[in-house]
């Protein structure tokens, strides 16, 4: 399966985006996963979804200001971004695997950067 990341961008403090992660060649894993990396850190995770029951799942620092959803007519998978911060800026992954804590695949990144 190829993953295919946008919506990234510039955004003040306080801003929003909405990220999107279309599959194709095949539909998604298990669950569908956004992780971030900022600059000199490790990659983090930041939310998941699984993709048939459309449970959600959020790291504590997102959690209230971020909203992972699917639409599985369109084979994608969103992340709304609300209130970012600039401690959000980072690149964001979005990765599909068939359990959690499996590396599954990987899609390119997608910039994002909050000014503040």
């Known amino acids: 399966v190829q993953l295919v990341e946008s919506g990234g961008g510039l955004v003040q403090a306080g801003g929003s985006l909405r990220l999107s992660c279309a599959a194709s060649?095949?539909?998604?894993?298990?669950?569908v996963g956004w992780f971030r990396q900022a600059p000199g850190k490790e990659r983090e995770f930041v939310a998941r979804i699984s993709w048939s029951g459309g449970s959600t799942y959020y790291a504590d620092s997102v959690k209230g200001r971020f909203t992972i959803s699917r639409d599985n007519a369109k084979i994608t998978v969103y992340l709304q971004m609300n209130s970012l911060k600039p401690e959000d800026t980072a690149v964001y992954y979005c990765n599909t695997a068939p359990r959690v804590g499996v590396s599954g695949y990987w899609g390119q990144g997608t910039q994002v950067t909050v000014s503040s």
């Open positions: 060649g095949r539909t998604f894993s298990n669950y």
